[in-house]
């Protein structure tokens, strides 16, 4: 009943959120640096950021235990999303946007510390929340891309987690699900960054929860995300060695890479989507295994995603 609601309050805020949109005039517009054709309204994630908070506030109430630790976590989340929203209306300064990424992080982590006594999942927590906002950024580029990896990488960590834990990645999958289909295969709404960088600071704290009430090792967590943390960060690592403007807009991410060969975004979607599915499932398989061996796993699937991204992008370049 609480996904079905959450869901629900997602989609009609989802649609609200594009007449303000067309209300306020709030497009992106084609370019050079973009992936997309048509002038199409943006900001539509602040519907999975608001359906998410709503049922944060509905669990706090019902588990006040819970309530310090969510209002704590919903903080964070707030501070991405209205960054994000600000930019949405107004472009900031990367400095700025780092800035408040680095807080919302550091908030994550002590919540870590509070609850394992442990500095180094602290920290892991609070750089990956910085770098997962960014990365969902930087691969929300074409339809449903951003919206479907995250919805995967929820369900991966609903296997992982145990009762009643699993449901909060459960709840941001609805969310997700409420978004999608103003999103794909047709883009009527675009997530906007308060949005991307919402699902990737939310999607830090699914990692973080897993860390924190499980003996799983730390690796095995980053699998649902590797699809995203390839491209991205094996993209940047190239910009930078090239001597480009890293910080700067571009289309030279694989997903990019091929729309702009042709292929279509609903095709690309899919296609991350596959992937993603078969790393859902070596999740699934991977749970019990001891900390060594749940990491080499990691370790192995991270350079299947590797291969392929190489081997696809030399490809397309050539």
């Given at each position: 009943m609480g996904l079905a609601a959450?869901?629900?309050?997602?989609?009609?805020?989802?649609?609200?959120?594009?007449?303000?949109?067309?209300?306020?005039?709030?497009?992106?517009q084609p370019g050079e640096r973009r992936s997309h054709q048509v002038a199409?309204?943006?900001?539509?994630?602040?519907?999975?950021?608001?359906?998410?908070?709503?049922?944060?506030?509905?669990?706090?109430?019902?588990?006040?235990?819970?309530?310090?630790?969510?209002?704590?976590?919903?903080?964070?989340?707030?501070?991405?999303?209205?960054i994000g929203w600000w930019d949405d209306h107004r472009p900031l300064s990367a400095r700025l946007r780092l800035c408040v990424h680095?807080?919302?992080?550091?908030?994550?982590?002590?919540?870590?510390?509070?609850?394992?006594?442990?500095?180094?999942?602290?920290?892991?927590?609070t750089l990956l929340a910085i770098g997962l906002i960014n990365v969902w950024n930087f691969m929300d580029g074409i339809n449903g891309l951003a919206t479907t990896q995250a919805i995967l990488a929820a369900i991966a960590f609903a296997l992982?987690?145990?009762?009643?834990?699993?449901?909060?990645?459960?709840?941001?999958?609805?969310?997700?699900?409420?978004?999608?289909?103003?999103?794909f295969p047709k883009a009527r709404i675009f997530m906007g960054d308060v949005g991307?960088?919402?699902?990737?600071?939310?999607?830090?704290?699914?990692?973080?929860?897993?860390?924190?009430?499980?003996?799983?090792?730390?690796?095995?967590?980053?699998?649902?995300?590797?699809?995203?943390?390839?491209?991205?960060?094996?993209?940047?690592?190239?910009?930078?060695?090239?001597?480009?403007?890293?910080?700067?807009?571009?289309?030279?991410?694989?997903?990019?890479a091929y729309v702009k060969r042709g292929r279509s975004?609903?095709?690309?979607?899919?296609d991350y989507a596959l992937f993603s599915v078969a790393g859902l499932t070596l999740c699934a398989a991977s749970g019990e295994l001891p900390p060594v061996w749940g990491s080499m796993v990691a370790l192995a699937w991270a350079a299947i995603g590797f291969c392929i991204w190489y081997t696809l992008r030399n490809r397309i370049v050539r």
């Open positions: 959450v869901f629900l309050l997602a989609a009609l805020l989802t649609w609200a959120a594009r007449g303000y949109a067309l209300r306020r005039n709030l497009f992106d199409t309204p943006r900001g539509g994630g602040i519907a999975i950021v608001i359906s998410q908070m709503v049922a944060y506030a509905v669990i706090g109430v019902v588990r006040d235990e819970l309530a310090v630790a969510l209002a704590l976590f919903s903080t964070g989340l707030l501070l991405v999303a209205g680095v807080v919302a992080g550091a908030l994550l982590g002590l919540l870590v510390w509070q609850a394992s006594g442990d500095a180094f999942k602290a920290v892991f927590s992982l987690l145990p009762m009643p834990h699993a449901g909060i990645a459960l709840l941001l999958a609805a969310g997700c699900l409420g978004f999608l289909p103003f999103n991307s960088g919402a699902l990737g600071y939310l999607l830090a704290g699914l990692v973080a929860l897993g860390i924190t009430v499980t003996d799983i090792a730390w690796p095995i967590w980053l699998v649902p995300l590797t699809a995203f943390l390839v491209d991205s960060g094996f993209t940047l690592l190239a910009r930078m060695r090239r001597g480009e403007r890293w910080m700067e807009a571009h289309t030279q991410h694989l997903y990019q975004h609903a095709a690309v979607t899919l």
